[in-house]
């Protein structure tokens, strides 16, 4: 088992750059009339910043002034929060990151309608850089990230069927919006060709690794550690890796096989997870995302060689070491 | 009153361009994936197709070649279509343009992730432009509807009390979108910076002409003109400029007050819908449309004088007096 890194020493060298980016992000929220400033403010709060954190480490990595970056930043998190929304209206979830739903505290209109400003919001700020091939990449990968939902909610009725399938989910859900922030931060930084497809290729793989420990984590975290109870994909009939590698292993399963059969009740969901967690699908789920977690490291070879490099090499680990 | 003015034999000089648009419109609608794209065309179907031709003329205006104000037509009217969809779930509407709502046909969630997607492809479109400012005025014009939509949405408990909050919110509402998309297109156009002033105010007035005569259309159309059935902002408890007018008008009303009570079984909406019509309320309301649209007339003076002003000017006598 790899050493458990904790994200905040590993951001200590970018700290300054990470705190006017949230004095930034907090100026945007202050600017908006009531009740709207309440409600993006309650989504925002939390968060870990994670994309926000590579779009600095990217800058760092051409030696670019860190304003623009900031900038970038603050509209990719913008973007992140509107699809946290409206995905949270259309898996009808209670929560998230240990606080309710916007959906559930104020109607569900408004939380549509919250989602809509924040995607505007964000593509004011993309548009102020002044540079239509990031905007181009923004609108993109907004797309990517709708028709991946859209297409989920339909496979969701006939299921996942193999990896392939929840490996191209979780690329449309997760990865894209990781590849879209890198790939901005690129442009921005006057990165060459070969720079930028270093850079998409590492977002998508460690998207990947992020999503699959993400998934991971619904398994074997606490309710503490989540934020919200362990299970809930399963909860939701959502299958994802350790659930699909299980199945793979199992020869006569019931336990999982009731709750994807709609049994979802409170026993049926925690003998589901018991089997899960107890079996070989964990180690292998975590294989994989830790191969997806070194392909992201290699892909970083083809960059600048600094201190902002060592960073996204160590992010990487600690994607897939991280306990929520 | 009025001669009624019919909408195709005033677009009869742009036809080529308006079908060519219709082309661009269909074949980004060809590149979806289903099931989006059947959901995207149920709600594309229909439409005036009025924003897009305001684009074109004003592409016209200026005398400039018609292609990249046929993308920015079909970025405006996804951009439209998007805040429909969204609209429609927020005002819980069955029925639009005579056809079944999307959220009524499909589950909510794909509707909310249908809109979104709609947003972004028309962002895509705008981005390719490569024209920041004109991604700008985009964006920007998003979060003013957004903002307006919420606004709305709890103004709405206190009700409007007044003509001037009638106008911030239809100003918002509507005429935000015909702002933005005549100052789009006359960045397109590379107008001036007191043209494009010009076009702004003009796209102001037009859309406040607009949506008053949409507004009174609600208590006079019949079900086959407005393709759901009459009364239904008050069906929503929404004030409109007739209802407002109405009862500045009566000191001793009951029928409209009995609904806005929350009374809104047929009979009551019956008899508050006839109310207002046989009041002088339809008149007065139509009268500051009236109003609004002279003023976008007098608006074109600034700008240049040729057979695109001419349609302009027509099409604002045609929008107080439609039918439907």
Known sequence: MTTRLELNPLLEPIRPQMEQMEALLQGQLAGLEEPLRTMVGHVL???????????ILTGELFARPSAPFQQLGVAVEMLHTATL?????????????????????????????????????????V???????????????????????IRQTFVNEGRLRNRDEYTRSIEAKTASLVIGAVEMAGLLAEASKTQLAALRNFGREFGLAFQIADDVLDFIGTEAQLGKPP???????????????????????TAVSAVLSGKRDDEHIQSAIEAVRTSGAIDAALAQGRAHAQRSQRALE????????????????YVVTRNR
């Open 45 to 55: 709060a939390s968060g870990k910043r994670l994309r926000l954190a590579l779009i």
């Open 85 to 125: 929304i409206h995905d949270d209206i259309v898996d009808q979830s209670p929560l998230r990151r240990g606080s309710q739903t916007l959906h559930t505290i104020w109607p569900l209109r408004e939380a549509v309608l919250v989602g809509d400003h924040l995607h505007a919001q964000a593509a004011a700020l």
């Open 127 to 149: 548009a102020e850089l002044n540079r239509p091939a990031i905007l181009n990449v923004f609108a993109k990968t907004l797309c990517t990230i709708c028709a991946g939902e």
């Open 231 to 253: 299970g809930s994909d399963l909860q939701q009939g959502l299958m994802t890796l350790p659930t699909l590698c299980y199945l793979e292993q199992t020869e006569n399963d």
């Open 302 to 317: 083809a960059l600048p060689d600094n201190h902002a490099r060592q960073i996204l090499h160590a992010l990487a680990d």
